[in-house]
């Protein structure tokens, strides 16, 4: 569990970085958690985007994801969602940690 000044440094940091990933009206697929997945552990912090065609709100779908693939939400804000999972061998926000 992070406390808000780790979740405040968390959203400086995603704040430059670009949407990597996005969620649409076929939903969060097997393929689309892997992706996700793969892309916490690549990167421990990454941005998605809910489409407005998805049948859910970006609040639900972080909520999901987050129980799915056990990772932090960030940030919720309108149709995008920030994610982060630490990486214990390479971490590159130990100093925000």
């Known amino acids: 569990m992070l406390t808000s ?24 697929l097997d393929t689309s958690i892997k992706q996700i997945n793969d892309a916490l ?20 779908a972080a909520n999901e994801i987050a129980s799915k693939i056990n990772c932090e939400v960030i940030q919720v804000i309108g149709s995008r969602i920030v994610l982060f999972r630490y990486n214990e061998k390479a971490s590159k926000y130990d100093e925000f940690l």
């Not at 440094?9 to 995603?14: D, P």
């Not at 996005?22 to 969060?28: E, S």
């Not at 990167?43 to 609040?59: H, Y």
């Open 5 to 28: 000044n780790q979740r405040a440094s968390l959203r400086k940091c995603a704040n430059k970085m670009e949407t990597i990933l996005q969620i649409g009206k076929g939903g969060i």
């Open 41 to 60: 552990t690549a990167r421990e912090l990454i941005k998605i985007r809910v489409l407005d065609t998805a049948e859910f709100s970006s609040r639900e």
